[in-house]
């Protein structure tokens, strides 16, 4: 057997591969699949890139494969889809077929367990870097998938769990201060994202929600793209969001909750809007994770921030941008 | 707008991006298609790399462009599948956002048109070199999907069109003898290769075909192929393998037909079984396109090479594979 072979062979032995609705799995030209009757298919794709969205030197591989696939599976959360297939181009250099390719697999079966993901599709290369490419594959009841264009003056925005916690993260891989025991805790959401599959389907099927986006970022960036989409502007409240919990002694690094919160990207929160006669319908905790209000849609199309002084600034798009001077 | 933003707007403006049934494409987090009845979802994933796949400094890049669809597309005329949608993650430096891009997207932009794809969504990048990554999304009647797995002892082995060009082309290339004007004729499979879609189609469509797979790696790797996914062995005559046509010159310089025909990869020809009996449908000509049998299915797992003298050897799977030392 060739090597490209070999490789996609274990691969497929370590990730979950097998469904109903998958005729033709890996191992053909493409895979085949089937579909229910009354869903639309939701599909997304995304890179995951040594040196920009990760460091091969600090970040385990376990964790890279886990993360690959969160990061591509919020997508769908966002839509309030049903995970179902993903197909992955990897391309690595030859130093990692062996444990960091094992250990990367294993973090990505465990990710595609816990997102009901089959792996449908594989295609590998050698390269000098680590390139991850995924593709994931979903379904929603037709006519149901939330979009980022329905939010209308008036409606509340919400958001689940913190903000900032992944950028704060990042930040200490970054500055190579992540390894201390003290630590560890700050790093988990950078490391292990998860997508909020079950809120986004709880709040399609509850029918509360009129635009929907991941926190994938920034806040100030992904609020933008409600705005834009929909046609509408915003006043977020900076008292009401919930901020990610920074150590005093990093605080003192320059590390600022509420900047960390506005453009910090990766947290793969749900942000969304409700109409405000729904508000009664979301309940602060689901699943587990805090839903706050932080702020309302306004017909006038700008985004402003409001301080505790009650004063309104431009919120300006602020969050992950690879091209960003 | 941010300008990974700006970078999709642009990719979206250039490149065929709505479909009747495409119901989201780009600009949301994920694309919402719906499909039609009757019919399965054919997916296959693609990555074209810089330094790997083609150099930035020899391929124009409307080539690239074209060539990166047209690559991942021949796997859906592999399985007698019509392309759909697809999804493109493009990772970039920032020198080639601006020239570049544009013939990049040129040259995508008329394979999409010539292969009848929209576009239906798109992940952008910075990164030190260029890495495509295609989603192609296709249909096919239920059931009707042609796989590598079909083929049985007695098939007739057949191959479209002549093997080798591409990789002749890629040859010149990497000797930095391709800029002759006399030579132009040669790179013109490597650098414009056509997925043979209208074909593959044909072939299910006439219901003549066991098995079929792309020569994206060389005859060689993929018969192999069709043989293991069949547990069938083959046999194939030198003799009747059309064959790429090298200039005497360049045949002095050790490039042999046969060896670039055997082994060389991204002719994106049909290769296919076909029973006995039903050899008589299957014209030589079709489309313009010649159809050459070249050798039967074995029940023997061995694959094996008949040269003029009558003599069998083995032939090993030699074609394209990064990884081989």
């Given amino acids: 057997m060739d090597r490209e072979n070999q490789l996609i062979e274990r691969v497929r032995r370590r990730i979950p591969s097998r469904a109903k609705g998958l005729r033709v799995g890996i191992g053909d030209d493409a895979a085949v699949m089937s579909f229910r009757n009354g869903t639309e298919w939701v599909v997304t794709t995304d890179a995951f890139l040594e040196n920009v969205h990760f460091l091969r030197s600090a970040h385990p591989p376990r964790a890279v494969g886990y993360k690959a696939l969160a990061r591509a599976t919020s997508d769908l959360a966002a839509m309030g889809a049903r995970p179902l297939y993903f197909l992955l181009a990897l391309a690595i250099p030859p130093a990692c077929t062996t444990a960091w390719l094992e250990s990367f697999l294993g973090g990505m079966a465990a990710a595609a367990r816990r997102f009901g993901l089959t792996l449908a599709g594989g295609d590998t290369t050698n390269y ?129 909750p509420l900047r960390l919160a506005l453009d910090g990207g990766e947290d793969y929160e749900l942000l969304f809007t409700i109409p405000k006669r729904l508000a009664g319908r979301v309940p602060r905790h689901l699943m587990g994770i805090p839903i706050t209000t932080i702020g309302e849609i306004t017909r006038q199309k700008r985004i402003g921030l409001v301080g505790a002084n009650g004063r309104r600034n431009p919120l300006h798009a602020g969050g992950w941008d690879s091209f960003r001077k």
């Fill in 128 to 256: 000098p870097s680590v390139v991850v490419n995924l593709t994931i594959i979903g379904e929603v009841d037709s006519g149901r998938a939330v979009l980022r264009s329905g939010a209308r003056p008036g409606d509340l925005i919400c958001v689940s769990g913190r903000l900032g916690e992944a950028e704060l993260g990042w930040r200490l891989v970054q500055r190579g201060i992540y390894k201390q025991e003290r630590r560890k805790k700050l790093l988990r959401k950078h490391f292990k994202p998860e997508p909020r599959l079950a809120l986004g389907r709880w709040l399609v099927d509850h029918r509360c929600v009129t635009a929907m986006i991941d926190t994938s970022d920034g806040l100030s960036t992904d609020l933008g793209h409600i705005c834009k989409a929909s046609g509408v502007g915003a006043k977020v409240f900076a008292e009401k969001i919930p901020l990610v919990d920074v150590p005093h002694e990093l605080r003192r690094m320059g590390l600022d």
